[in-house]
């Protein structure tokens, strides 16, 4: 059974810094490139940022320069850095994991606001 949990969402101020984290069983994490979606009210879930199976990264144009990704096979672990928050930041964000087959985690609450 495939199971990604996010985790290290909550609320910060503008320009505060949150670090989030997904724990993923039941794969053979080291095969499947990791991403990070959000989802706004009223808006389409988008792409964040997305690791490689070889460690290769990209980011939405918005969060270039702020939010960093990075993965740990031997933790199964992926994680993202983010930095200088917006509240146009503010989402739910979502872990996906991507190879034949896509999964996807339940998702963790990040609030900016003052």
């Known amino acids: 059974q495939v199971q990604l949990v996010e985790s290290g969402g909550g609320l910060v101020q503008p320009g505060g810094s949150l670090r989030l984290s997904c724990a993923a069983s039941g794969i053979i994490f080291s095969a499947y490139d990791m991403g990070w979606y959000r989802e706004a009210p009223g808006k389409q879930r988008e792409l964040v940022a997305h690791?490689?199976?070889?460690?290769?990264?990209k980011s939405a144009d918005s969060v270039k320069g702020r939010f960093t990704i990075s993965r740990d096979n031997a933790e199964n672990m992926v994680y993202l850095q983010m930095n200088s928050l917006k509240p146009e930041d503010t989402a739910v964000y979502y872990c996906?994991?991507?190879?034949?087959?896509?999964?996807w985690g339940r998702g963790t609450q990040v609030t900016v606001s003052s």
């Open positions: 690791i490689t199976r070889g460690y290769n990264t």
């Open positions: 996906n994991a991507q190879n034949v087959g896509s999964f």
